[in-house]
């Protein structure tokens, strides 16, 4: 069985610089996830991945992205298409990305698929939590990780012991903690 990782890309603390991070939570929370994926919230690492992404077969990135389209468009860059990708600064982490899987290019180590599932940023203002037009996006987002995996194999079994939006309250929760 193929080994598949997921990770979220992003700073929860930079409004939806955090997109990716909030795209793979809403994920774990909408399906059961199967033994052979594994979620990651990979933050704003980039080097720190070298490891996991070495030991997959399939890479899948959830991001925020800056393209030129309008706020809230949904993208997706796959195999052939990344190193023109990255001819152009499109993402935050582009740089810790982009050397990541050069790095695994010369190790001759890269995942046999790679797929970059982006939103492109309303507002990256140091604020918790997504804009209303990021959230608004969120769910097409997590739609289009659904169909990412799919192509790759992956049958996703929906949840029914929680919802959409479950991360947020638990945002809210932590942050009433740590202000008390």
Same mark, same amino acid.
């Given at each position: 069985?193929?080994?598949?990782?997921?990770?979220?890309?992003?700073?929860?603390?930079?409004?939806?610089?955090?997109?990716?991070?909030?795209?793979?939570?809403?994920?774990?929370?909408?399906?059961?996830?199967?033994?052979?994926?594994?979620?990651?919230?990979?933050?704003?690492?980039?080097? @720190?991945?070298?490891?996991?992404?070495?030991?997959?077969?399939?890479?899948?990135? /959830?991001? /925020?992205?800056?393209?030129?389209?309008?706020?809230?468009?949904?993208?997706?860059?796959?195999?052939?298409?990344?190193?023109?990708?990255?001819?152009?600064?499109?993402?935050?982490?582009?740089?810790?990305?982009?050397?990541?899987? /050069?790095?695994?290019?010369?190790?001759?180590?890269?995942?046999?698929?790679?797929?970059?599932?982006?939103?492109?940023? +309303?507002?990256?203002?140091?604020?918790?939590?997504?804009?209303?037009?990021?959230? /608004?996006?969120?769910?097409?987002?997590?739609?289009?990780?659904?169909? @990412?995996?799919? @192509?790759?194999?992956?049958?996703?079994?929906?949840?029914?012991?929680?919802?959409?939006? +479950?991360?947020?309250? @638990?945002?809210?929760?932590?942050?009433?903690?740590?202000?008390?």
């Amino acid at each position: 069985m193929k080994k598949i990782l997921v990770i979220g890309m992003g700073n929860v603390l930079m409004q939806d610089e955090g997109v990716g991070v909030r795209a793979v939570e809403e994920l774990e929370n909408r399906y059961l996830i199967p033994d052979n994926v594994t979620i990651m919230d990979g933050g704003t690492t980039g080097m @720190e991945l070298f490891e996991p992404i070495r030991s997959c077969d399939r890479l899948v990135v /959830a991001d /925020a992205i800056n393209t030129g389209a309008p706020y809230g468009s949904l993208v997706r860059i796959a195999n052939e298409e990344i190193p023109s990708f990255f001819q152009t600064k499109l993402s935050n982490h582009q740089l810790g990305l982009s050397d990541l899987l /050069a790095l695994l290019t010369l190790k001759d180590a890269v995942p046999e698929h790679v797929a970059i599932i982006g939103m492109v940023p +309303h507002s990256l203002e140091n604020k918790l939590g997504l804009t209303s037009e990021a959230e /608004a996006g969120l769910v097409a987002m997590v739609d289009m990780l659904v169909a @990412e995996l799919s @192509e790759l194999g992956v049958v996703l079994e929906q949840r029914s012991d929680r919802g959409i939006g +479950h991360w947020r309250k @638990e945002a809210e929760l932590e942050v009433a903690d740590v202000c008390v």
